[in-house]
DNA sequence: GCAGTTACTACGACAGATGAAGTAATTTTG
DNA sequence: CAAAATTACTTCATCTGTCGTAGTAACTGC
């Protein structure tokens, strides 16, 4: 498990990078997240949309509905090229990061 | 240059790990943190001594000042075993989410 | 003697994560 | 066929950690 405080500034990158496979929605993301970490990352619902809401509002993710005659309606998101250069960037940031936070972690 | 966001997590264990090579104060840290990270990370000061109190809260640290009969009074830090502990944990954490955080990562 | 560095402390603002609760439709199961 | 589970969100209030700003205080170099 991993706690939110530690991953928490990769949240956005996370759901960007899952948008880059096609456009898609909160509950699908969601359960994505939780299969590709093998249960080792659960992203809460509330912090979820909430970043569907920030990222929408800064451009990086664009959001619509699909025509569907059934079920709840679902919001769906899509990337923008916006997102796309904002998520090549959190990726660099992330190399340095992993060098830099790599220099205070020992085996002990 | 790492944003604080992206780090955020593990100021703490950053500190931890400075405090393994023996106690040390809050200027020395910061600066050693500077270097160690060839300036890649520069923690705010603020960040830092509000980490030292909530690390002391925690049981992590013990703080102590030492005699001195010049300068500003400086206040030490020593890790206590508990905080050895915490730091070992959040060295496992690290190196899981290295690995979550890699999936979600490519290069383009 | 004044600027720069060292070494903090206090305070208020803000962003992001969270828990709790609620809504609403569909699907499964007993 | 009704109840429970799952899907798919939304709202709201709270908490934690970071940050900007500002101030204090002593020493050090020119």
Redesign the pocket.
């Known amino acids: 498990m991993i ?3 530690v991953i ?2 990769y ?1 956005d990158t996370i759901i960007l990078s899952l948008l880059l496979d096609g456009e898609s ?4 993301i969601s ?1 994505r997240i939780r299969m590709l970490s093998e249960e080792k990352y659960i ?5 979820l ?4 809401t ?1 990222l929408e509002k800064n451009g990086f993710i664009d959001s619509f509905f699909m025509d569907e005659t ?6 769906y998101y899509r990337i923008t090229p916006l997102g796309r250069a904002y998520y090549r960037e959190k990726c660099e940031e992330w190399k340095l990061t992993q060098e830099v936070v790599s220099k205070f972690i020992r085996e002990l």
Chains 1, 2 share one sequence.
């Open positions: 706690s939110s405080d928490r500034g949240n929605y909160g509950y699908e359960k992203m809460k619902e509330t912090t949309y909430s970043a569907f920030r059934f079920g709840k309606r679902r919001t």
